[in-house]
């Protein structure tokens, strides 16, 4: 797996354990977005079992909101959104550099977009 691939799951597992707890449906997104983004199972438990670590965060502007989409979808695989994933959404949306005047909204939107289950190709779709 690569270092991109590799942090991007890092980041999802830190959210699975943001709320000190992990919920089965949490696991099964995790291993649901691997699929979707051609990584395997052994893989993922690679990673989260000997993290290392990489800090890269996407350059464009498809990387961040694909990377913001797996976390929220994940941050929802438990029927309810816990402060501690919406902050950490948050912080990323800051470390990734979009302004902090729209790191809320940008939030909110994700969150409600998963929520009434958009996709990621009609968010990307939105956004183009």
């Given at each position: 797996?690569?270092?991109?691939?590799k942090?991007?799951?890092?980041?999802?597992?830190?959210?699975?354990?943001?709320?000190?707890?992990?919920?089965?449906?949490?696991l099964?997104?995790?291993?649901?977005?691997g699929?979707?983004r051609g990584v395997?199972?052994?893989?993922?438990?690679?990673v989260v079992?000997?993290?290392?670590?990489s800090?890269?965060?996407?350059?464009?502007?498809?990387?961040?909101?694909?990377?913001?989409?797996?976390l929220?979808q994940l941050?929802?695989?438990?029927g309810?959104?816990q402060?501690e994933e919406?902050?950490?959404?948050?912080?990323?949306?800051?470390?990734?550099g979009f302004p902090?005047?729209?790191?809320?909204?940008?939030?909110d939107f994700?969150f409600?977009?998963?929520?009434?289950?958009?996709?990621?190709?009609q968010?990307?779709n939105e956004?183009?």
């Amino acid at each position: 797996m690569n270092e991109k691939l590799k942090a991007h799951f890092l980041r999802i597992y830190a959210l699975m354990l943001a709320d000190g707890r992990i919920d089965p449906r949490e696991l099964s997104v995790l291993y649901e977005i691997g699929k979707k983004r051609g990584v395997t199972t052994e893989e993922i438990n690679a990673v989260v079992m000997k993290p290392g670590g990489s800090n890269y965060l996407p350059d464009t502007i498809e990387e961040k909101v694909i990377m913001l989409y797996d976390l929220v979808q994940l941050a929802w695989a438990d029927g309810e959104i816990q402060e501690e994933e919406r902050r950490m959404v948050e912080s990323i949306c800051a470390k990734m550099g979009f302004p902090t005047e729209n790191i809320h909204s940008i939030a909110d939107f994700l969150f409600e977009g998963v929520k009434n289950g958009i996709t990621e190709e009609q968010l990307l779709n939105e956004l183009a």
